[in-house]
DNA sequence: CAGTGGTCTAGACCACGTG
DNA sequence: ACGTGGTCTAGACCACTGT
């Protein structure tokens, strides 16, 4: 949209996705260096390096130090969502936000939660279940474990008025992350929960989380009937 | 896990993420700029901006010309996906892939479609169902409609031994996208075309694609039972 | 209008990983 | 060993937008 500039790294962005898709370079071959490619283009190094940077994380192209970059065979396209606290999202409706903690108790793991959090030990977890609302309407219910070895807190704190990822966001920090979307027929206990009908196709999040390498907690949300993520590209 | 270097910028986020973990700076409350920041951090304003520039595209802060940066009230934490094109994703698990084309007509669009296109004309469209295999078992069922006003060359096509996707990729550039994931029941139709009972929970994930305010198609996919996505943080 | 972020430049040093 | 990407710097001009 823009002529004016010197030669920005956007208009460079557009020049080699265009390349791309014209097959100049073709998908796994290698293509010239930042050096070459700013002379090229005529702007700095700084310049085609930022381009070259962002294209690789859209995930068009690949780079490896000594080793060059080249176009991916497979262009994946990725799509971020944004995962938003629950009283966010619920608030941004319209609707009041209400919390209520359904049953809390110390457990050893179970096998299944050991396995998903990839610890050796049997520390004891911390294990919460609870049910979000908007307005009079369920809204999600969640299955909340924490490990009491990294989180000590956790266990002098009664998750009557706040939520877990609530408490947890303020409390502990965290470094990694991983998020599983999938879904599952709702059983008797989530039909009763959610008031859906026993069998409905209910959307469920499953999210673990670490602090270097050490697992802090891992929650499985399952979300009313109807319930869909949204993003653009 | 770096103090050799000047002031990276990766220290730079990792400082101003404590800080505002910290509550250093409170959410919603405006920081330091740029300049400012980098005085303090000892480091150059180029090095600092692109730190800022990563934290906001993190979601952790919000950046205004004139108006400063500023902490993000709700720390909208994001998942990026990659949505891999299907036959990369069936090869991957060691699998053939087979494609097979059921129906293709042209029609022209139903009301449900216009909408979601955001169309007013009733240009005709392309209806294509197709299946996708993964060695023998039933994988995708894909559900797709191509405008033809923005997609003549589209009519001429079979698709009959390439799947609507990959063709499109190769010969239509698009600028935008929406993506939805949402859940479904399998009724009837898609309990038979992907061997899944009926009423199985369904992972479903629409696309809408357009070039420059043109849309260009509609896809409504339709996973096995049992398929998931995952992400890192 | 004036302040803040957005971007570009030209040059430099460093770290990684392939050959 | 050495080439390629990764990053930092110091300085500059520009574009947007709140006042």
């Not at 010197?6 to 293509?31: C, E, F, Q």
């Not at 283009?41 to 310049?47: D, H, I, L, S």
């Not at 000590?152 to 965290?174: T, Y």
């Amino acid at each position: 949209m823009s002529a004016t500039q010197k030669t920005s790294y956007g208009d460079v962005k557009n020049a080699i996705l265009k390349r791309i898709h014209d097959t100049v370079w073709a998908p796994g071959s290698l293509m010239p260096g930042e050096v070459a490619l700013s002379e090229e283009f005529g702007c700095a190094r700084a310049t085609m390096n930022r381009a070259l940077r962002e294209l690789a994380s859209d995930g068009v192209i690949e780079r490896k130090r000594k080793a060059g970059t080249r176009i991916k065979s497979s262009p994946t396209r990725q799509a971020k969502f944004v995962i938003p606290r629950i009283r966010e999202e619920i608030e941004a409706t319209g609707f009041d936000y209400r919390y209520a903690l359904i049953e809390r108790t110390e457990e050893t793991p179970p096998d299944w939660l050991r396995a998903r959090m990839g610890r050796k030990g049997g520390d004891d977890v911390l294990h919460l279940r609870c049910m979000h609302y908007a307005g009079s309407r369920a809204f999600q219910y969640e299955d909340r474990w924490i490990n009491l070895a990294s989180v000590p807190k956790a266990r002098v704190q009664a998750f009557e008025d706040i939520n877990p990822n609530e408490w947890l966001i303020r409390e502990v920090p965290f470094s990694d992350a991983e998020v599983i979307f999938s879904t599952v027929n709702a059983d008797q206990m989530l039909s009763e929960m959610l008031n859906v009908p026993l069998g409905a196709a209910l959307f469920t999040l499953e999210r673990i989380t670490w602090f270097k390498a050490m697992p802090l907690t891992y929650a499985k949300l399952y979300f009313h009937a109807g319930y869909q993520m949204t993003t653009r590209l």
